[in-house]
């Protein structure tokens, strides 16, 4: 057997285990934990566009959730377009508000991009609050939107009767940008960003513009990360902007990116596989001694991680795959 | 023989200080053109405004025949210019086979291309057994090959090494002037700064000796380190020529 074939039979097993789920995970608030796991990974793996291959660290992508919730929920409430569409259409959005950021935070390097990034999400947050209708627009301030329950849901509505549809939906949606980012890490594209990331310098003086990569990647993200947002919406049904668009969506991201491996593929899953869990059990558990206490703990998780293991979870795990593969394949250690 | 680069004028006042004044000179395409000063001199300004990194504050640059006004290091990196940097910057988290294929990649969009185009620049610097190691893992001569490796996988017509010789050890300074040399034969254009006097010496086929931003000598490498102005400037003013 080739380590080829090791690999592909090995993420076969992981697809079909996570196809197959739903027949042993059957109570419908265990599902809701394995669904936001998986929201989790995709919103991390869309943010590691940026937050990973471009080595900058935005702190503030709950905005972009927020927009793609927002646009598709006002575009189903008040003119009956389906959230499929007003997904696309808050992405879009997000695309353009992300590359409107971008323009003048990309120039800024390490702790100063950061600040802005939280400062630019912060306030729209706050503006969100505060508008009750922009123009014909019906944002409803603090108190957010609630999308009405339907009779009988068709797949056009995005509304489905079991949490089961919300299940496969968004697995798909984290396989294909799975794919994506694999297809993009590998790429002209992926290079270009790790190079404008690292030495933007060298970068330039090798033909790279590097802004340019970095908006692109920005557009990409956001986009993406938009897509969520409507997934969301239509899997809670209400939502509001200190819910959604606070700066606790976006520190988890990153504490999940920085857990599992920035800028590797695999790391926003592992990450999410650890840190859900957690996050779930301690809200249930200990939070009526103290709310908050799981950041707190993801705090105290990211300091150990950042002392042992500085490059995430994944990178050690690549490793013991790398010597397992070696034993299976039967191949020697030597390069 | 056409002229590569030429520049004519070149004046950059960086607030009060004039780093380079007035300052002509040109390459011919397929020579070897050292630049030499003392430190402060102005050397590394002058590649910093050649590349794009500065804009003139006065004067014209034309490479290729065309004038760079306003052109930023990655047009001229596509135009043909490439360079490297005084104080090396690879990508060190990447392997050394990485980071010669973000150079290649700026003429190919295939990953594959770029690959086997990065593979070939290795085997010419002789870095071929390092292409898996991480590039922050590699030796300051193998660092400095890497420099040459990266900038040569964007296929320039012209291209500035800025003190690639700086830290070696003399043997490695050695295969280093072998490996320059190897690169005008491939028919690429080389203008370096240097300070190691050995290595301009059997490089160069002409010297610009600068001083204070100012042009002070021209000529064969014989000729320039006979010269009166050079040897002031180097072993200051109280000493007379010999």
């Known amino acids: 057997m080739s380590r080829k074939q090791l690999d592909r039979i ?109 400062a630019f999400a912060e306030g729209i947050r706050v503006m969100v609050e505060n508008i009750d209708t922009l123009g014909p627009l019906k944002i409803n301030g603090p108190r957010g939107l609630l999308v009405p329950l339907l009779k009988d849901p068709t797949f056009w509505d995005y509304q489905f009767m079991s949490k089961l549809p919300y299940y496969y939906i968004i697995l798909v949606l984290l396989i ?34 590097v802004a340019n990569y970095k908006l692109f990647a920005m557009a990409l993200s956001c986009f993406l990360t938009a897509l969520a947002g409507t997934f969301y919406a239509q899997l809670m049904l209400y939502f509001y902007p200190k819910g959604l668009m606070g700066l606790d969506l976006s520190f988890e991201i990153a504490f999940i990116a920085l857990i599992g491996g920035r800028g590797t593929i695999a790391g926003p899953v592992i ?65 | 023989m056409s002229n590569i680069l030429e520049v004519t004028n070149l004046t950059k006042h960086f607030g009060g200080l004039t780093a380079v004044s007035s300052l002509d000179l040109h390459i011919k395409t397929g020579e070897i053109l050292a630049l030499i000063g003392p430190n402060g001199a102005g050397k590394s300004t002058v590649f910093n405004l050649v590349a794009g990194v500065f804009a003139p504050s006065e004067g014209v640059i034309k490479f290729a025949g065309q004038t760079t006004h306003g052109q930023k290091p990655w047009d001229l990196a596509r135009l043909g210019l490439a360079r490297t940097f005084q104080i090396v910057k690879p990508f060190g988290s990447k392997t050394v086979l990485y980071n010669v294929m973000v150079g290649a990649f700026l003429r190919t969009n295939s990953t594959q291309k770029a690959r086997e185009i990065a593979e070939e ?60 040399r190897g690169l005008r034969d491939r028919g ?5 700064i240097e300070h190691i006097m050995r290595a301009v010496m059997a490089l160069s086929d002409r010297v610009v000796v600068i001083q204070f931003g100012q042009k002070i000598a021209e000529g064969s490498p014989e000729a320039v380190t006979k010269d009166e102005n050079v040897i002031k400037a180097y072993l200051g003013g109280e000493y007379d020529a010999a």
């Open chain 1, 176 to 209: 294909l940008v799975l794919a994506f980012t694999w297809f993009i890490s590998r790429s002209k594209i992926g290079y270009y960003l790790a190079a404008g990331g690292e030495e933007p310098e060298a970068a330039a003086a090798l033909g790279i513009n």
């Open chain 1, 271 to 335: 990450g999410a596989l650890l840190l859900r869990p957690l996050n779930e059990f301690t809200r249930i558990y200990l939070s009526d001694m103290l709310p908050g206490l799981h950041l707190v703990i993801f705090g105290l998780i990211l300091i150990l991680v950042m002392i042992y293991l500085p490059k995430g979870l994944t990178a050690p795990l690549a490793a013991l795959y790398d010597r397992l593969a070696r034993k299976i394949t039967g191949q020697g250690a030597a390069k």
């Open chain 1, 10 to 118: 090995l993420l076969a097993v992981v697809a079909l285990a996570a196809f197959g789920l739903p027949l042993v995970v059957t109570s419908p608030t265990y599902l809701q934990i394995l669904i936001l796991l998986f929201f989790y990974a995709y919103l991390t793996t869309a943010w590691n566009l940026v937050g990973g291959f471009a080595g900058v660290l935005p702190l503030g992508h709950s905005v972009f959730v927020g927009i793609g919730a927002y646009t598709s929920s006002i575009l189903t409430l008040q003119y009956g377009v389906s959230p499929w569409i007003g997904m696309l259409v808050g992405g879009a959005i997000a695309a353009v508000i992300g590359v409107i950021i971008g323009l003048p935070t990309f120039r800024m390097r390490g702790a100063y991009f950061c600040l802005c990034t939280i």
């Open chain 2, 121 to 180: 620049v290795l085997v010419t610097l002789q870095l071929d057994h390092t292409k898996d190691m991480l590039a922050a893992n590699l030796t300051i001569a193998d660092r400095k090959r890497l420099e040459i490796a990266k900038a040569l996988a964007t296929d320039p017509k012209l291209l500035l090494l800025d003190e690639v010789m700086a830290g070696l050890r003399p043997t490695e300074v050695d295969d280093m002037i072998g490996i320059i």
């Open chain 2, 188 to 192: 690429v254009t080389v203008f370096v």
